[in-house]
């Protein structure tokens, strides 16, 4: 799994880098997918692709809770030299996923009206809403198995090889949709065809290295524990938390947003979606090339090396916002002139003012995303799915309610702010915690700031 040759700085880099590349890949997928189905079919088709996107956001969360889960495990099996339990519950967590994608599959096939419904298809959207995810949910256990694969990939000592493989899978996603949707004009069928064949192509690359002889984990006959199971479900479930609560975090903005200022600054939220969905996805690349490397060092007893890597991962919590944050936010005219017309003055202005006041929360959610997956990867599940609730729901919903009492509704530009801040104070005290353990149980260990 590690470069036994290479110092432990360095293959930390050489994980952390192509996992955010590939995180970068991913959220740029999802914005091109957007203008693709926006100028190639019409902003109905739009609302309809993004009323289908919790059923997406509820795969991905799964297919995440079981990534995290299974990658933790396998590398503390690697820590510990116990390749053939290593390889018996990635073959368990492989199979159960692709059954319970098919289960969904079927589920979601028999009842797809009443199902769209529920997402929230209207008569005029209802049509596009069955064609994205009745197409689309065929692909599912590509889909959920492919994502699944990619963070394994990471764990079996691959990661560069993981980023080459979804950016494979975009280039090809992007492709399908100029044939499908330009030339061949299949609409919103079309869309929903091309998401799921590249997902099956991603899924047949990862296949190919897993079957390779330079991969580690091997397919072997297992029997089914539920206790390793749960234990997967557990380790996992912040994680699985943190990117479904991405979608009760908009719906909660989005109406207190209605509710005090009206649709148009639903425009000026977007543009901080997007750019809050590549600085977590950034960070979710960090934690992804942290873990594995944290858990098996914590399969070998190894703190000291355990505590190094966070201190890394922190300095990367630091980094990466400031790099991408400050140039944006002295250009935020520039950023924000990629969705709103400077032609539309008032709203052009208003957008420019929300985006630098709210991207102050992008410099400190760094440290919670990271310390929710190194509690993660050292088995401290409870302190993580803390962190996890707290920053993706209980948090926002009390300084939604706090702010805007407060301050009206100029508060809702704040709300990432505190949110983001009471997170913080929570992760410093379940870190705290986590080190007096640490002094109780490893008084050999002397231990130094992080």
């Keep these: 799994m590690l470069h036994e040759g290479k110092s432990l700085k360095g293959t930390f880099i050489s994980y952390m880098v192509p ?12 914005m091109i997918d957007g203008i693709f189905v926006a100028k190639g079919i019409s902003e109905v088709a739009l609302s309809s692709v993004n009323i289908s996107m919790p059923f997406i956001t509820f795969l991905f969360s799964l297919s995440l809770m079981f990534a995290m889960g299974s990658s933790t495990i396998i590398a503390i099996h690697f820590g510990k030299k116990d390749y053939a339990a290593a390889n018996r519950l990635y073959t368990q967590n492989i199979v159960t996923m692709a059954v319970f994608a098919i289960v969904m599959t079927i589920l979601v096939s028999l009842n797809l009206e009443r199902f769209a419904r529920f997402l929230g298809a209207t008569t005029e959207t209802l049509p596009y809403v069955m064609d994205y995810v009745g197409t689309a949910s065929y692909f599912n256990c590509f ?43 299949w609409g919103v069928f079309g869309a929903g065809l091309s998401t799921g064949l590249s ?26 524990q539920g206790r390793e199971l749960w234990r997967t479900i557990k380790l996992g ?46 960070m979710m690349g960090v934690v992804q090339g942290l873990q594995p490397l944290v858990s098996y060092f914590y399969g070998r007893n190894d703190w000291k090396k355990c505590e190094t890597l966070l201190k890394y991962g922190l300095v990367a919590a630091t980094a990466i916002p400031l790099v991408m944050i400050v140039p944006a936010w002295i250009g935020a005219d520039v950023v924000v002139g990629f969705f709103v017309s400077p032609e539309m003055r008032t709203l052009f202005e208003d957008s420019v003012s929300i985006f630098r006041t709210y991207s102050v929360a992008f410099l400190l959610l760094g440290y919670n995303v990271v310390l929710g997956g190194y509690f993660t990867a050292i088995e401290r599940e409870k302190s993580s799915a803390a962190i996890s ?44 915690l986590y080190r007096r353990d640490l002094a109780k149980t490893h008084k050999d260990i002397v231990l130094a700031p992080v």
Aim: net charge positive; aromatic share 16%.
């Design 19 to 30: 996992a955010v590349a590939a995180q970068w890949v991913f959220a740029l997928y999802t």
């Design 143 to 185: 889909f959920v198995v492919s994502y699944l694969f990619e963070i394994l990939t990471i764990t079996d000592g691959h990661p560069k090889l993981a980023t080459l493989f979804v950016t494979c899978g975009a280039i090809l996603h992007l492709i399908l949709n100029v044939v499908f949707i330009y030339w061949l004009k």
């Design 199 to 224: 997902q099956l192509f991603q899924a047949i690359l990862y296949l190919s290295h897993f079957l390779s002889k330079r991969s580690m984990l091997k397919f072997v006959a297992f029997r089914f």
């Design 237 to 282: 479930l912040p994680s699985g938390i943190t990117e479904m609560s991405a979608g009760v975090v908009i719906f909660l903005i989005n109406h207190a947003i209605i509710r005090y200022f009206g649709t148009d600054a639903l425009v000026s939220f977007s543009v901080i979606s997007y750019v809050n969905t590549i600085i977590v996805m950034s």
């Design 389 to 432: 609730l707290g920053r993706g729901l209980v948090f926002i919903y009390l300084s939604i309610e706090l702010l805007t009492s407060l301050a009206g509704g100029s508060g809702i530009w704040w709300v990432g702010t505190a949110s983001e801040g009471m997170c913080l104070g929570l992760s410093a005290f379940l870190f705290f």
